[in-house]
């Protein structure tokens, strides 16, 4: 099993570029989340999902957009990117019954 | 709101030095506690877990105690590798509507030298 896998591993963008961050599990689970993950901050619960085709606002949500039409996938979207939301983004499963998580290895973004 | 606090960092031992990271938090109702770690280069992984009071987590050497009467879970672990030089961070499950949610301390960033 891989897991969590996460895509890209990478990225540079310019102020008002878009793109979209592909998370996927092979694990079967219900649930899954977005985090974001800052020097001093911890990690931050972007958007979540219950189930294929829910989604809901964490914490920051502002600035990005979510969608899961499969239960594998999760996608984080940023319409017009800015230099706030460099940051290190991490994707997030687990079941609907167990309190754990499990994390995959992050995107690193940074927006120029 | 629910929120969890961890001791600055980052923290320096030497090999087989007595480990301490101190987390306390706020919540309301009786939350499940957690500390996950991150190696250099990846991303999160559980380290241990307690999910009542005066139960304690355990893993690798690491051991933690759910203590209500303080609202802490402080890590320890009796003696560092250098194996162990990562980031922890501490984190809370509130359960209720929450379920599923978790949140999380700053980290605090360990690094053990031989």
């Known amino acids: 099993n891989a897991g969590v896998t996460q895509t890209p591993k990478f990225r540079v963008l310019k102020t008002g570029q878009s793109m979209t961050l592909l998370c996927a599990q092979d694990?079967?689970?219900?649930?899954m989340y977005w985090y974001r993950q800052d020097p001093g901050m911890g990690l931050r619960l972007i958007h979540y999902s219950v189930g294929e085709g829910t989604t809901a606002k964490g914490e920051v949500p502002d600035g990005y957009n979510v969608s899961r039409l499969k239960k594998q996938n999760f996608l984080l979207g940023l319409e017009s990117a800015a230099p706030s939301q460099t940051s290190v983004y991490f994707c997030?499963?687990?079941?609907?019954?167990?309190?754990?998580?499990?994390f995959g290895p992050g995107t690193r973004l940074l927006v120029l | 709101g629910d929120s969890v606090t961890q001791m600055e960092g980052p923290v320096t031992l030497s090999e087989e030095a007595f480990l301490t990271i101190n987390c306390t938090y706020t919540a309301t109702g009786y939350p499940s506690l957690f500390w996950y770690v991150q190696y250099p280069g990846e991303g999160l992984q559980l380290l241990l877990k307690?999910?009542?009071?005066?139960d304690k987590g355990s893993n690798k050497g690491f051991e933690a105690t759910y203590r209500k009467e303080t609202t802490s879970f402080h890590l320890e672990k009796g003696s560092v590798q250098v194996s162990d030089s990562a980031v922890y961070f501490c984190?809370?499950?509130?359960?209720?509507?929450?379920?599923?949610?978790?949140?999380f301390g700053q980290g605090t960033i360990l690094t053990v030298h031989p």
């Open positions: 694990m079967n689970h219900e649930y």
């Open positions: 307690a999910t009542k009071a005066d």
């Open positions: 997030a499963s687990s079941r609907w019954d167990q309190e754990t998580q499990y």
């Open positions: 984190a809370l499950n509130a359960g209720g509507t929450s379920y599923g949610k978790l949140t």
